[in-house]
Nanobody
């Protein structure tokens, strides 16, 4: 399975962006799909994850502002980002966790850059 992230760009603080992560195959079997980000000079940070059963989890820094969703019919995961702040500037990567005992435990997308200007 290949993941293709898109939707990044330049936005002013307070604005919104919606990221998309399109999978080349079915995402129904993945246990968790989500987004991580890496800001310049910082470590990779988990932003949001969505379990197969529909439970969503968010980093404290984005709670109330970001919403993760999934469209199984179109094999796409979304991240709606509202009230963006300059500290949200980062490269955003989508990921998908395969079921246990899979040869590849986690798939990654190629990343999409989000720049928030203050």
């Amino acid at each position: 399975v290949q993941l293709q992230a898109s939707g990044g760009g330049l936005v002013q603080a307070g604005g919104s962006l919606k990221l998309s992560c399109a999978a080349s195959g079915s995402i129904r079997s993945f246990t968790v799909t989500g987004w991580s980000r890496q800001a310049p000079g910082k470590q990779l940070e988990l932003v949001a994850g969505l379990t197969r059963s529909g439970d969503a989890h968010y980093a404290n820094s984005v709670k109330g502002r970001f919403t993760i969703s999934r469209d199984n019919a179109n094999n796409t995961v979304y991240l709606q980002m509202n009230s963006l702040k300059s500290e949200d500037t980062a490269v955003y990567y989508c990921f998908a966790d395969a079921p246990a005992h899979s040869p590849i435990p986690r798939y990654w997308g190629q990343g999409t850059l989000v720049t928030v200007s203050s």
